[in-house]
């Protein structure tokens, strides 16, 4: 009777268990069963801790390895490809009216690994005959600034295959010959991406093949801002507007449109080639 009595605590006292885990971990006896299971798996990977530990560690070296040699091989591809883009960015610049320009690629390595790698890329230019070659982000005029990264995502598109670049006030400082060279080379680029240009110059306004007039006007102390797109015939005038400021006269307009006319010869120039 006693024995009876003592399994019979037993099984409740372990009834008490099962039921004091099932509340506290949520869920039934299925699930405490599943848990049981998973926390079983668990406490076998801490009984092999140190093998655990030593496999870990190996696969990091492996791993390591790996990247250190992914690494090495980024850094030959780069170097490999440093003197066909320093070639190809110098070709741009000159087309641009750079024509003693200098340009050149330094790779420095540090000891970390970052996603791009273990090389530190900075660009060199000087655009001035006897000048030195100073970084990128240290040219001074926006004019050639606004050239150069022209240049830079130009050839850029070429190989990333860039859908649509986007360049604002690219005709800061520059104007004549140069804008012309701008605008051409805006219209090259075209024909493999979609090219948007905020500009106020009549040359590179003129060699685009659509036109949006952007106005803001100011009412009850509020701005707002109208896109239009515009027809041949104003486009032609707003190109004269460029030309002449406030007052346009019928010159003003046979200029502008034989710009126009002269930008559609160049386009369809390149498209021939």
Not at 68 to 92: F, Y
Not at 95 to 114: A, K, P, S, W
Not at 171 to 192: C, F, M, N, P, Y
Not at 199 to 223: C, G, P, W, Y
Request: proline share 1%; glycine share 4%; hydrophobic share 35%.
């Amino acid at each position: 009777m006693q024995d009876e009595e003592l399994d019979t605590a037993k099984i409740e006292e372990r009834l008490d268990q099962i039921r004091h885990l099932m509340q506290k971990y949520r869920c039934d006896e299925e699930g405490l069963l599943k848990l049981t299971e998973k926390k079983e798996q668990e406490l076998e990977k801490y009984r092999h801790f140190e093998e655990e530990k030593a496999r870990a560690q190996k696969l990091c070296q492996n791993a390591f390895v790996k990247l250190e040699q992914a690494a090495n091989d980024l850094s030959s591809k780069r170097r490999k490809c440093a003197d066909l883009l320093c070639s190809q960015l110098i070709k741009a610049l000159v087309d641009l009216n750079f024509l003693d320009v200098r340009f050149e690629i330094h790779m420095d390595q540090t000891e970390q690994i970052g996603p791009g790698g273990k090389d530190v890329v900075t660009f060199y230019i000087a655009t001035n005959p006897g000048e030195a070659l100073k970084p990128l982000a240290a040219v001074a005029s926006g004019g050639e600034l606004s050239r150069i990264m022209l240049a830079v995502k130009s050839v850029m598109a070429q190989k990333e295959e860039i859908e649509t670049l986007i360049f604002d006030e690219i005709d800061t400082g520059i104007s004549g010959r140069t804008a012309q060279k701008v605008a051409k080379r805006l219209s090259e680029t075209a024909k493999g991406s979609q090219v948007i240009c905020i500009s106020h110059l009549a040359q590179i306004v003129s060699m685009a093949d659509t036109h949006f007039l952007i106005e803001k006007n100011a009412e009850n102390e509020r701005t707002t801002t109208h896109i239009t797109k515009l027809s041949e015939e104003e486009s032609i005038r707003e190109v004269a507007r460029l030309l002449g400021g406030a007052e346009i006269t019928k010159n003003v307009l046979d200029t502008a449109k034989e710009m126009k006319d002269m930008a559609n010869r160049t386009k369809e120039s390149q498209i021939t080639k």
